[in-house]
């Protein structure tokens, strides 16, 4: 039983004996809390020789010793951690490789944005430029055809007087 429900339990019993207040109950409240006093005291000797006897049990197992070398490892893990990371950021900020690190992707970011600037100029010129090179194109492929064209028809027409002086010689 723990302090707490003895005293939890020494409060319900008070309030049931104070209900008559005759000289016999008050003397018999007083032998009640004597009693719970007692009871407490002797709770808490058994609790002081538990916790020896476990202060004891841990002293001897070594677990005291391994927790306390556990804590240190960790502890000096985390130190030689610490150093390492502020001695790298040290490094690199004297060496300046975080500035050329930011001043490169600045760099790298404006010429972006230029060559895009440029894409965007030359698709816009050749929307603009389209219908007169698909213009030029198509005059193009017509003035070959059209001279092909016409040396045929030529060339029909030549074969044709041919073919009369033949035939005007022959006869």
Same mark, same amino acid.
């Given at each position: 039983?723990?302090?707490?429900?003895?005293?939890?339990?020494?409060?319900?019993?008070?309030?049931?004996?104070?209900?008559?207040?005759?000289?016999?109950?008050?003397?018999?409240?007083?032998? /009640? $809390?004597? @009693?719970?006093? *007692? &009871?407490?005291?002797?709770? +808490? %000797?058994?609790? !002081?020789?538990?916790?020896? =006897?476990? #202060?004891?049990?841990?002293?001897?197992?070594?677990?005291?010793?391994?927790?306390?070398?556990?804590?240190?490892?960790?502890?000096?893990?985390?130190?030689?951690?610490?150093?390492?990371?502020?001695?790298?950021?040290?490094?690199?900020?004297?060496?300046?490789?975080?500035?050329?690190?930011?001043?490169?992707?600045? /760099? $790298?970011? @404006?010429?972006? *944005? &230029?060559?895009?600037?440029? +894409? %965007?100029?030359? !698709?816009?010129?050749?929307? =603009?430029? #389209?219908?007169?090179?698909?213009?030029?194109?198509?005059?193009?492929?017509?003035?070959?055809?059209?001279?092909?064209?016409?040396?045929?028809?030529?060339?029909?027409?030549?074969?044709?007087?041919?073919?009369?002086?033949?035939?005007?010689?022959?006869?």
């Amino acid at each position: 039983m723990t302090i707490e429900e003895s005293e939890a339990q020494s409060t319900s019993s008070s309030t049931e004996t104070t209900g008559s207040m005759s000289p016999t109950s008050s003397s018999a409240t007083a032998q /009640e $809390t004597v @009693k719970r006093l *007692k &009871e407490i005291a002797k709770r +808490i %000797r058994e609790q !002081a020789a538990t916790m020896k =006897e476990t #202060a004891k049990t841990l002293r001897e197992s070594g677990a005291i010793e391994e927790l306390t070398a556990a804590v240190r490892d960790a502890a000096i893990a985390a130190r030689d951690a610490s150093k390492e990371i502020s001695d790298t950021a040290r490094k690199l900020r004297e060496e300046g490789a975080i500035r050329d690190t930011a001043a490169a992707i600045e /760099e $790298t970011t @404006k010429v972006a *944005k &230029e060559t895009a600037e440029e +894409i %965007r100029t030359t !698709a816009k010129e050749t929307q =603009e430029a #389209a219908p007169k090179t698909t213009q030029t194109a198509s005059r193009a492929v017509d003035t070959p055809k059209k001279k092909t064209q016409q040396a045929a028809a030529a060339g029909k027409t030549k074969g044709k007087l041919k073919k009369r002086k033949l035939k005007s010689q022959g006869a």
